[in-house]
């Protein structure tokens, strides 16, 4: 797992010198506007409702003694909280949302790595490619959210709360990691197959979604960074597993 986890990593080495070469900037355009609009309401909608979840947590302390300092850690975890809940919901919004685009970028990186390819590819239109996108994640939304609540439970712990950031932390690099591999995929597996060979491959996916949680820690330029090097180390390593693995046949 650790091994294919720094497979995963290593494999943006060489991203923004494929994307330059293939010319493949103009197709994030669309989706980096995206991202930009998804960052920017998710951050307004955090900043009004953390109060909001501290004063409910608050609630908690019934005592006089204590209650002013209870209230302001209440309303820092409230922070957190919202944000760690609006960084899950940034992620599939735009994972799901620039999937048709993605899409396009993945393929041109395949039929540089690997000749044509489109006789071997499922056939699927634009609304298709989005409905997919969105299926996929409305899928891993739900079950991220399934598994971060308890976690986020336990960062009212002390010193559990740093294994559970650091696990909260490794679930959203996996489900990042598995949409930006799902781009590639969508041409070669249906649905289900698609989720079994990700879930067989958790850590090439975890791997990819380190570095895509990563820059959305650099302000500003993270979230206009984060697609285009991440989905382009995503296909080369998705390709790469294909192609290895004998599992689509190539024509050059």
Not at 31 to 48: D, K, Q, R
Not at 112 to 123: I, V, W
Not at 124 to 150: A, D, H, M, V, W
Not at 231 to 247: C, W
Request: charged letters at 15%; one cysteine or more; aromatic letters at 14%.
């Amino acid at each position: 797992m650790i091994k294919n986890i720094v497979l995963g990593i290593k494999e943006y080495g060489g991203a923004f010198a494929l994307i330059s070469k293939l010319k493949l900037w103009k197709y994030f355009i669309i989706p980096v506007l995206i991202s930009i609009l998804t960052a920017v309401f998710i951050g307004i909608e955090a900043y009004v409702l953390s109060d909001n979840i501290g004063a409910f947590i608050s609630k908690a302390w019934i005592w006089d003694w204590g209650k002013e300092t209870f209230t302001g850690l209440s309303n820092f975890f409230g922070g957190v909280i919202i944000i760690i809940l609006g960084l899950i919901v940034y992620k599939h919004i735009i994972l799901a949302f620039s999937a048709p685009f993605m899409s396009i970028v993945s393929e041109k990186i395949e039929q540089h790595l690997y000749g044509n390819l489109k006789h071997l590819h499922r056939n699927s239109t634009f609304f298709e490619q989005l409905i997919r996108g969105i299926r996929i994640n409305i899928r891993n939304l739900s079950k991220e959210l399934l598994f971060s609540l308890p976690l986020l439970i336990l960062k009212f712990i002390p010193i559990v709360n740093l294994f559970s950031t650091m696990l909260l932390f490794l679930l959203q690099a996996y489900y990042a990691g598995f949409g930006n591999m799902d781009y590639t995929l969508e041409r070669h597996f249906n649905y289900r197959d698609s989720v079994n060979f990700i879930q067989k491959r958790r850590g090439f996916a975890i791997g990819n979604g380190i570095v895509f949680m990563l820059c959305l820690l650099i302000p500003f330029i993270g979230i206009i960074i984060v697609l285009p090097l991440s989905v382009t180390a995503a296909t080369t390593k998705t390709l790469s597993l294909l192609h290895d693995k004998h599992e689509i046949v190539y024509e050059k």
